[in-house]
């Protein structure tokens, strides 16, 4: 690693030596529904559906056999709710169907899931069989960005296979949440944490708070 990434992986450390999944889930099944339920909405909102969700639907084989419109009401603070039902819905049945009710543990399986992306696949890996995979959010797309390992211009994919050659794998999974707190809690979209930021003279963003 090069001074820089040793830096920033110091000071994270050190913020957030904890930093975790913020979704509430008790198994690998409600983990994926979670995360594909994130998409565009707040972990947060998620966690407010998800109770009600899980204790109605509580494997796949229930969910995948629900009404949609019960799963849309339980869902109807959330954005895009009407596709994530049909999607949830859809999803536990290939987990029901296909896979004996266990969620896959292979890229390419979880991938072909119904509202399952790249990001999804990267957190039900790296968390639910602690398979190193760096997951790119907008948290970590705007961070990574701001703290010159990546470009504007890069895509998320660019920037993922960027912070894997930058970070010893051994620390992705990790690292994936710490960025996250990062975004989410300090460097944030609107007004960063300028003046307080232990990364400071690192960072690139050009609408720094001068200090």
Known sequence: MSQKTDKILQVLDQM???AHVELHHQNTFELIVAVVLSAQTTDVAVNLVTPTLFKRYPNPKSLSEANISDVEHI???IGLYRNKAKNIIALANEIHHKYHDEVPNERTKLEALPGVGRKTANVVLSNAFNIPALAVDTHVARVSIR????KKEDSVLEIEHKLMKKFPKSVWTKLHHQ???????HCLARVPKC???PLYEICGY???TKI
């Open 195 to 197: 003046q307080e930021c």
């Open 179 to 185: 960025l996250i707190f990062f975004g989410r809690y």
């Open 75 to 77: 869902l109807k603070t």
């Open 147 to 150: 703290l010159k390992l990546a």
């Open 16 to 18: 957030f030596p904890n």
């Open 206 to 208: 050009e609408k720094k």
